[in-house]
């Protein structure tokens, strides 16, 4: 079992930053890919970054790159997404989930086997 919790969204005016957390306790959180999702009033939830177990490998939505950063630190048990940039449209609940199956990362929101409650990021104009 894992247990992720997402901390860090809030309020914030378009140009600006936010970093979100995401803590993951249970299994062994070094043994896993991870990646943020997020979901806007009236859309589907869409992918946002994901990292590999041991972070060498990152990836992003077109709609995020050059502007948000996916990173983990295992000895945390956290992953992070730093957000820069932020624009109105960027405003959903942000979600981090856990891929328990070994391998390469996924992007698709059904190969991830856990997910943390969301945080919700209002960017305004």
């Known amino acids: 079992q894992v247990q992720l919790v997402e901390s860090g969204g809030g309020l914030v005016q378009a140009g600006g930053s936010l970093r979100l957390s995401c803590a993951a306790s249970g299994r062994t959180f070094s043994n896993y890919n991870m990646a943020w999702f997020r979901q806007a009033p009236g859309k589907e939830r869409e992918f946002v970054a994901a990292?590999?177990?041991?972070?060498?490998?990152?990836y992003y939505a077109d709609s995020v790159k050059g502007r948000f950063t996916i990173s983990r630190d295992n000895s945390k048990k956290t992953v992070y997404l730093q957000m820069n940039s932020l624009k109105p449209e960027d405003t959903a609940v942000y979600y981090c989930?856990?891929?328990?199956?070994?391998?390469?990362?996924?992007?698709?929101?059904?190969?991830?086997?856990?997910w943390g409650q969301g945080t919700q990021v209002t960017v305004s104009s």
């Open positions: 990292i590999s177990w041991r972070g060498g490998s990152t």
């Open positions: 989930a856990a891929d328990l199956t070994w391998g390469r990362v996924r992007t698709s929101q059904h190969e991830y086997d856990y």
